[in-house]
Each structure stands twice: as structure tokens, then as C-alpha cells.
Nanobody
């Protein structure tokens, strides 16, 4: 079992920045693909960003809506994955979820076995 706990959400003005953190406990963190998803009010949950790690380095992939503004990273020594969000827009308002998968670089929700409880991000205009 893997337990995921997100933190770092809050209220920010448009154009501002936030950094989300997700700390994992349980099995070996470094072996997991880690992602961020989000659910905006009245919408389905959607993929935001993913990071995989192997002995040869890390790989990342982003949704088009956040590419160039958001950066996903991980610190395997701290069992933590981060989402740095810059140039935030009101449409980024959502509950952000951290998730873990055994599938390398997956952006598919059904391939994620473990989920955090979510953290609210609200961007005011």
C-alpha cells in the first residue's frame, strides 16, 4: 500500500504561483510513476503532469493546458513529488490530486492505483 498526502494548495491571484507537494509512504517511492490530476468544479478529473524515474534519469509529460507554466519534479530521498505552478489562471481553479502508478509515464487515470485526498487551488481574477 502507498499513502499519498498533498499540501500547498490555497488562494492566489491570477498570474501568481503556488507549489504543491505530495509525500508518499509505503513501498519504494522511486519505483512509481507519479502524477498530478485535477478536478475543476462541474468537470471530470483531468491529467495535469507526470514524472517517471529510472536509473537513467527522469521523464516528464504535461497536459497542453499547463505546458510551459507548470513543472513537475520529484525528490526520491524525501519521497515527495512537487508541482510548481506559475502564471496561474482562473481556469486552473480545481482540486489537485497526487497519484501513483506502476505504468511508466502514464496519463491515464485508470492506470493509477493510489490517490491522495486532494488539495484545493483557487485562482482569483
Amino acid at each position: 500500500q502507498v499513502q499519498l498526502v498533498e499540501s500547498g494548495g490555497g488562494l492566489v491571484q491570477a498570474g501568481g504561483s503556488l507549489r504543491l507537494s505530495c509525500t508518499a509512504s509505503g513501498r519504494t517511492f522511486s519505483s512509481y510513476t507519479m502524477s498530478w490530476f485535477r478536478r475543476a468544479p462541474g468537470k471530470e478529473r483531468e491529467f495535469v503532469a507526470v514524472i517517471s524515474w529510472s536509473g537513467s534519469g527522469t521523464n516528464t509529460y504535461y497536459a497542453d493546458a499547463v505546458k510551459g507554466r507548470f513543472t513537475i519534479s520529484r525528490d526520491n530521498a524525501k519521497n515527495t513529488v512537487y508541482l510548481q505552478m506559475n502564471s496561474l489562471k482562473p481556469e486552473d481553479t480545481a482540486v489537485y490530486y497526487c497519484a501513483a502508478s506502476d505504468v511508466p509515464l502514464s496519463s491515464l487515470e485508470y492506470e493509477y492505483n493510489y490517490w491522495g485526498q486532494g488539495t484545493q487551488v483557487t485562482v482569483s481574477s
